[in-house]
C-alpha cells in the first residue's frame, strides 16, 4: 500500500548528501536526478515485499523503514531498520533475482526510486562507483557473517544488548540519552531472535540492574559501558 499526502518538497528528495553516490560526476548526479522517482510513504506502507519483482532501487531521504524476512510461521526476523541517508533493494536488483526482503515504513518516509539502468550505466560508466559498490557489498556481507555467528554463539542477553547498542549508533540518542528510534517489544525481538516475552524479560533485568531506564516505547541509555561489556563488542 502507497499512500501520497503531498508531493515531496526538493529539499525532501535531495540526493547529493548521500554517501553512497559521492564517487559520481556531476553530469551522473544530473542523470540520476533526472531519472528518479520521488514518493511518500505513511507510516504502515510497505514498499516492496518479498518475493516481488524490483524495477529500481530505493534511496530514503526521510523516515524510518524496518527491513524484515518472514518465516514459515508467517513470525517476521528483522534485518535492519534504515533511515535518512540510507539505501535499500539494490542487491535483489543487481543480481536480477526477487526481493529477499520486505520494507515496511514505520515513521512517515520520502523514498526516491532509482531505475535499473540507471544502475547499470553508472557502473559501466564510472569504476570508482563500481569499486564503492563493492565495497558496500563486502561490508554487508561481513555484518551478515557477524549475525550468524552472534545467532550461534551469543546469549540472548548478549544479543539484546548488543542490538541496543547498534540501534544507538545508527539513529543516536537525545540530550537525555533517549534512543531517538522507539520499537515495540515485538519488534526488538524479531531484531534480537527471540521471544516477545524473553525481551520484555530482559529489559526488565536491565532496568533493574541500572543499565537503561524504560518510559514506554522510550529506552534512555545509563551505563553503556556495562552494556559494550555484557554484548562482547
Known amino acids: 500500500m502507497r499512500s501520497s499526502v503531498y508531493t515531496p518538497l526538493p ?18 548526479i544530473g542523470k540520476l536526478n533526472y531519472d528518479k522517482t520521488c514518493q ?7 514498499v516492496y ?15 524510518i523503514l524496518k527491513i524484515y ?17 540510507d539505501i535499500i533493494a539494490f542487491r535483489s ?7 529477499c526482503t520486505t520494507a515496511k515504513v514505520i515513521d512517515d518516509a520520502v523514498l526516491c526510486q532509482i531505475p535499473y539502468n540507471t544502475l547499470l550505466y553508472l557502473l559501466q560508466n564510472n569504476w570508482r562507483f563500481s569499486h564503492w559498490m563493492i ?16 545467532i550461534a554463539q551469543k546469549t540472548v542477553r548478549e544479543r539484546l544488548a548488543e542490538v541496543l547498542l547498534l540501534l544507538k549508533d545508527s539513529f543516536d540518542v537525545d540530550e537525555n540519552n533517549v534512543l531517538q528510534i522507539a520499537l515495540t517489544r515485538e519488534e526488538l525481538a524479531n531484531m534480537v531472535g527471540t521471544a516477545t516475552e524473553s525481551v520484555i524479560r530482559l529489559l526488565s533485568e536491565f532496568k533493574q540492574d541500572g543499565l537503561i531506564d524504560l ?8 551505563d553503556i559501558n556495562t552494556l559494550r561489556r555484557m554484548a562482547s563488542i
Open 11 to 28: 529539499e525532501e528528495t535531495d540526493l547529493s548528501g548521500f554517501k553512497f553516490f559521492r564517487h559520481l560526476t556531476d553530469t551522473e
Open 40 to 46: 511518500v510513504y505513511k507510516k504502515g506502507s510497505v
Open 49 to 63: 515485499r518479498e518475493g516481488s519483482r524490483l524495477t529500481g532501487f530505493y534511496c530514503i531521504t526521510k523516515g
Open 69 to 85: 524476512k518472514t518465516g514459515i510461521d508467517g513470525k517476521e526476523q528483522i534485518i535492519r531498520f534504515v533511515k535518512g541517508g
Open 93 to 99: 536488483l543487481l543480481s536480477q533475482e526477487l526481493a
Open 135 to 150: 565495497q558496500i557489498l563486502c561490508r554487508e556481507l561481513r555484518e551478515a557473517n557477524d549475525y550468524i555467528t552472534d
Open 215 to 222: 518510559k514506554g516505547r522510550k529506552i534512555r541509555f545509563i
